[in-house]
């Protein structure tokens, strides 16, 4: 089944500790990102890959990392998650033109 | 500034209608146009995309105008059912390598 899969789905943390959340694909797309969802902001894209080893900030980069070294992984790291950082994080997935194939989402609190 | 602007109200309407939907955008030239829908928790789903150079885009019950002038797209929901209750989100991108760019979503619900 073409998929995007992210883990974990839901996490809670505490303030400094660095964690990453994985995302994986299986089409073969070139394109990924990653998007964090608000109440009343809507998704705003926090990193964006065009291929191996090409990524690009987004709108709201800060506090965030990431790295494509194979094309179907595109790991988001935290390096000292803050409280603000709390949110609903999606990957996604694309092939070029085409819609983006989202994750089921991943709940991160930050205590 | 750049700015997506989707009807942030919720749109309610009768089942069998037609539900139409706006995204208008201001100081963006986009290379193209999507529309998604979302259920509460989930990840968006695409729908369709619609090109700069195209005026209308059909996909079933769906279909999607595009007006670069007037900077706008429209979303139209032909014999809207209950299961078409969702958010649809429009996203634009620019540069043509798919940087999407997201609206803030309008609820419909579809009531029987």
């Known amino acids: 089944e073409a998929q995007v899969t992210q883990n974990p789905r839901y996490l809670i943390t505490v303030t400094g500790k660095k964690l990453t959340v994985t995302c994986s694909q299986n089409m073969n797309h070139e394109y990924m990102s990653w998007y964090r969802q608000d109440p009343g902001l809507g998704l705003r894209q926090i990193y964006y890959s065009m291929n191996v080893e090409v990524t690009d900030k987004g709108d709201v980069p800060e506090g965030y990392k990431v790295s494509r070294k194979e094309k179907r992984n595109f790991p988001l790291i935290l390096e000292s998650p803050s409280p603000n950082q709390t949110s609903l994080y999606f990957c996604?997935?694309?092939?070029?033109?085409?819609?983006?194939?989202f994750g089921s989402g991943t709940r991160l609190t930050v205590v | 500034s750049q700015k997506i602007e989707q009807n942030s109200e919720a749109l309610n309407i009768q089942e069998g209608k037609t539900a139409t939907l706006t995204c208008n955008y201001t100081?963006?030239?986009?290379?193209?146009l999507q529309w998604y829908r979302q259920d509460p928790g989930r990840g968006p789903v695409f729908l369709l995309l619609?090109?700069?150079?195209?005026k209308e885009k059909r996909k079933e019950r769906l279909k999607v105008t595009f007006d670069t002038t007037l900077k706008q797209s429209l979303f139209h929901i032909t014999a809207s059912q209950p299961a078409d209750s969702a958010t649809y989100l429009c996203?634009?991108?620019?540069?043509?390598?798919?940087?999407?760019?997201f609206g803030t979503g309008t609820q419909l619900k579809v009531e029987l």
């Open positions: 100081n963006y030239s986009p290379a193209y």
């Open positions: 996604a997935s694309s092939s070029h033109r085409d819609g983006y194939t």
């Open positions: 996203a634009l991108d620019e540069g043509g390598g798919n940087k999407l760019t």
């Open positions: 619609i090109r700069e150079n195209e």
